[in-house]
């Protein structure tokens, strides 16, 4: 195991975007299966394989580069270590990149379902509001873990693991909404 690890590890630092990209598409897809499984208690010929490539999409296209780069970006202009340098991000990401991100993410997951603009319109008049209140009660503190401890490289790791539960989670007791939110 351990020279996976390094082989990861090495895959990592030579191709930082590339590789979380594909690792947060894994762990949406991974996200969406358990949602069908555990949530939809759906039987093996039941799955709906193309969502879960759908999903994969949105986290390989949107939100691997999406969160890699926004922690890069953070890292650059705010800096990589200290509690004061962990708040600061933890509220630049709340205040700025979250709000904006479920929208994409919405928007996104919305479109790869085949909705058309209004319903997409209409899901984020109805649900923005309650899906951004539910985000605050878990993933300012999520980030202050990951911006505290956790090396940049392996923040998008961190934080699509957290997802992956998060989304079951928002499907089990949290539904008004009819697909899982990440960030």
Not at 41 to 52: A, H, I, S
């Amino acid at each position: 195991m351990s020279g996976f690890f390094k082989l990861y590890k090495q895959f990592l630092n030579k191709y930082p975007l590339g590789l979380q990209a594909i690792q947060a598409g894994a762990l949406m897809a991974t996200g969406d299966q358990l949602a069908q499984n555990l949530v939809e208690k759906r039987n093996f010929n039941e799955l709906d394989f193309v969502r879960t490539a759908k999903f994969y999409a949105v986290g390989f296209f949107i939100g691997g580069p999406a969160t890699r780069t926004w922690y890069g970006v953070l890292d650059k202009y705010i800096g990589s270590k200290g509690k004061i340098v962990a708040l600061k991000k933890v509220a630049c990401d709340q205040v700025l990149f979250a709000p904006a991100f479920i929208v994409v993410l919405l928007t996104s997951i919305g479109l790869m379902q085949g909705k058309d603009i209004g319903g997409i319109k209409t899901k984020l008049t109805n649900e923005y509001k309650d899906i951004l209140i539910n985000n605050y009660k878990l993933w300012p503190m999520v980030q202050l873990v990951n911006f505290t401890f956790v090396p940049l490289h392996y923040q998008v790791l961190f934080v699509q693991s957290v997802a992956v539960f998060w989304n079951t989670y928002y499907e089990v007791f949290s539904i008004p909404s009819t697909y899982p939110v990440s960030l």
